[in-house]
């Protein structure tokens, strides 16, 4: 193991460098530091291109970027156009009190990152988790494209850049310690937040911090701890922000206390996209109790007043006409009669005897996350400050500042941690609505969705149906067929210019995006002969976008299932015939570890069944085995879980296993109960009691979740959860009842009465 004592770059009293050969190329990379004027200590990170060592006979080969057709998956692309401005992603600042502080160029909605990225800052600098503060950072178009949070890509993308940075401002200290101590800087190391001398002095950060940032600024080399050197990082820890969030002190969007802000709800038309002829009593509502405003926004009638209770009050009391909408006259027997119709057919149309052919139908799901949609906004004198949840900050501001027509710098958003994703935050509608109420009305707004709005009038998974066919031959899979429509997912977020920006050889257009993501994600993990994997869309106007783990949930649990129904035709034991053809022992090893753990194969009564797959995506890789209890085919509930993931090297396992155990809870609504149904133009599900996803006693009590140690840098968490739990849930359900399923989710009643729309 390295020793951090001496494993410095080496430096004198008069900061003369002299680096040894190990030390001249970090990560085949060198690092220069910056230092920020001012009394304490701010290091920002440019990482540079492999150079010549002073002494050394010939350069050290520079590593060559990714090209488009080395690209591996979506978070490829994503690391890869973010390269120009990597070096600017952190900055770190050590303050006198002997805190470090590092805004976060990415989204917390609940995955933990800021309790991972911290990790990474508190390992290098050798403190405690709870000394550094990594408050969101606001849009910064410096970055380009470098600010988007989604892909399963975030640890991914700062895992090299945060740690660069921290580990230069460690390097900075120990060189304000040895010019205080006057002795060699390659004979200090740091540990507790403290420089320690080989005499045994020691000196605290903060107390070093205006020292480091007052001497000379030169190049200067240092080096990242090796993984082999972690103490912190790998270890389980509790995320930053729990005590916060459990004692109700956390503030979210609608508890910020800007100045002036005055709360704001809105009027939304019958059908989606629908428009405002008039508003009919508007006299009326103004003299309601508290109203102070109203004004027709794009996206229906604003009502502006004193509290939320009065704007609720007001805006439902409004008497509107109503224009048509975008898809008034469309109800899912319309979406899956044009999804059928969109999906390629498979060639020959009728099956052989040694091929299986299947069909699944997948309806929308909405994101529904805790934290309804919900921004403030002041736009008045020319500028506009906006805060709320966005995952794609920067083409937030680009498209609010083109819709205000300010200039992009006259317009500030800031980042504020969500109650919830999925995906719903890389979109910035509730951001720009607010601000047009606010440009509208003069006022601060302060803009909240009702649980209504946000299941009918927010972003859904699009509706699917997908058709496999295997073409089998004794004891194998000699072709896997995949063919697969679903609506047009709307990628205008900013990922589609991330994809054509990478590169002129990736397809342009929403279509394009779609394909590619389709295409980098969703792949079969299996030695199976020809795989074909076919998407086509369908273009219905409706407000879809990303769902955690947008195409691969549909598309890999009805691949599980044709496995499960193929071993079942070739005689074999579900779990065997997988290991048996997947394609590394790596992916292996998850699967053997869940058959192990959970006992596969055991003895169960009537009705009850065990159910196991496999998903690999992001570099990541898991297994899931279930237990259900289907005695009534109406009502299954899963009774125990064992999952296992390979993230590569884990920062957070804690962390891990909650994203696993979110992506079970998902899997197990999406499989079993909840969808949306769409009626003539609308969702009709309005709230929690109608959308029927998972409640606490839809989950097992009995849940066994392992992290396998893993090497190298870390890969995607997010995504990872859900395709593999879907796959085991849906393949009891059928061992347990007999019942195929071929439509999800499973059971999906209307057994509700909708609100008045």
């Not at 002795?183 to 045994?200: H, Y």
């Not at 972690?230 to 100045?259: E, N, S, W």
Request: aromatic letters at 6%; one cysteine or more.
């Amino acid at each position: 193991m390295a020793n951090p004592a001496t494993d410095r770059p080496t430096r004198g009293r008069h900061h003369t460098v002299q680096p040894r050969l190990r030390d001249r190329i970090v990560d085949r990379r060198k690092f220069l530091i910056y230092l920020g004027a001012g009394s304490t200590l701010t290091v920002a990170t440019k990482l540079g291109l492999d150079v010549l060592a002073p002494g050394s006979a010939s350069a050290v080969p520079t590593p060559s970027l990714p090209q488009p057709a080395d690209l591996r998956d979506l978070g490829d692309i994503l690391i890869l156009s973010g390269k120009p401005t990597e070096a600017l992603l952190f900055t770190v600042e050590v303050t006198e009190d002997g805190r470090v502080r590092a805004e976060l160029p990415r989204m917390e909605v609940g995955q933990g990152l800021t309790t991972a990225v911290a990790m990474l800052v508190a390992e290098e600098l050798d403190l405690q988790l709870d000394q550094v503060d990594m408050p969101l950072a606001p849009a910064r178009p410096e970055l380009l494209m470098n600010q988007l949070t989604g892909g399963s890509n975030s640890i991914r993308s700062v895992y090299g850049p945060v740690r660069a940075a921290a580990a230069a401002a460690r390097t900075r200290l120990c060189e304000a310690a040895a010019n205080r101590w006057g002795v060699a800087v390659d004979g200090l190391r740091t540990e507790a937040g403290r420089v320690v001398g080989a005499d045994g002095r020691t000196a605290g950060y903060g107390e070093l911090t205006r020292l480091a940032a007052t001497l000379p600024i030169g190049e200067l080399v240092t080096k990242p701890k090796s993984p082999s050197e972690f103490k912190l990082v790998g270890t389980p820890q509790q995320r930053v922000d729990a005590r916060a969030m459990v004692t109700g002190a956390f503030k979210y969007t609608l508890d910020l206390d800007i100045k002036g802000a005055t709360p704001a709800m809105v009027r939304r038309p019958p059908t989606i996209n629908g428009t405002v002829e008039a508003v009919n009593n508007e006299d009326e509502v103004r003299a309601m109790p508290g109203v102070l405003d109203i004004a027709v926004i794009d996206t229906g009638v604003a009502v502006v007043a004193e509290t939320f209770g009065q704007a609720l009050d007001a805006k439902d009391a409004l008497d509107v006409t109503w224009g048509a909408g975008t898809v008034d006259d469309v109800s899912d027997e319309d979406i899956f009669k044009k999804l059928r119709q969109a999906t390629v057919p498979l060639v020959p149309p009728v099956s052989l005897p040694n091929q299986l052919d299947f069909e699944f139908d997948w309806a929308p799901i909405n994101h529904a996350p805790m934290e309804t949609n919900s921004a403030v906004a002041d736009v008045r004198n020319g500028r506009a400050e906006i805060w709320g949840g966005m995952k794609s900050p920067i083409v937030a501001q680009q498209q609010i500042a083109k819709e205000l027509g300010l200039p992009p710098g006259k317009v500030v958003c800031h980042v504020v941690q969500s109650g919830g994703s999925f995906g719903r935050r890389l979109f910035w509608d509730g951001p720009l609505e607010a601000a047009r109420i606010s440009k509208a009305t003069g006022r601060v707004i302060k803009l909240m969705w009702s649980r209504i709005d946000d299941m009918r009038h927010g972003r859904a998974r699009p509706a699917a149906h997908h058709r496999f066919r295997a073409t089998i031959g004794p004891d194998t899979v000699l072709r896997l067929e995949h063919h697969t429509a679903f609506v047009e997912t709307d990628w205008t977020h900013g990922l589609g210019e991330i994809l054509t920006a990478t590169s002129a050889e990736l397809p342009a257009g929403n279509f394009g995006f779609a394909q590619t993501v389709f295409m980098l994600t969703v792949k079969s993990p299996y030695n199976f002969g020809v795989v074909e994997q076919v998407l086509n869309e369908v273009p219905l106007k409706m407000h879809t976008g990303a769902w955690r783990s947008v195409y691969s949930v549909s598309s890999r649990c009805g691949e599980e299932i044709v496995v499960d129904e193929v071993a079942a035709k070739l005689g074999k034991d579900p779990y065997e015939f997988r290991r048996a053809f997947l394609k590394t022992d790596a992916q292996r090893a998850v699967l053997d570890k869940v058959a192990k753990e959970g006992d596969w194969g055991r003895s169960m009564d009537d009705g009850f069944a065990q159910g196991i797959a496999f998903h690999e995506e992001y570099k990541s890789r898991t297994a899931c085995l279930v237990e259900i209890d289907a005695r009534d085919p109406h009502d299954p509930r899963v009774t125990k879980a064992v999952i296992a993931g390979d993230y590569g090297l884990p920062i957070n396992p804690r962390g891990l296993k909650a994203q696993l155990l979110g992506g079970l809870t998902d899997a197990i609504s999406v499989t079993l109960r909840a969808g949306l149904h769409i009626d003539k133009g609308l969702p009709l599900e309005g709230s929690y009691s109608q959308f029927h996803y998972a409640r606490q006693v839809d989950s097992p009590t009995d849940v066994q979740i392992f992290i396998l140690p893993g090497e190298s840098e870390p890969g995607g968490a997010g995504e990872l959860g859900v395709p593999a739990a879907a796959g085991a849930i849906a393949n009891a359900y059928a061992r347990a009842t007999g019942i195929a399923p071929r439509s999800f989710p499973i059971n999906f009643p209307v057994d509700f009465e909708p609100f008045p729309r």
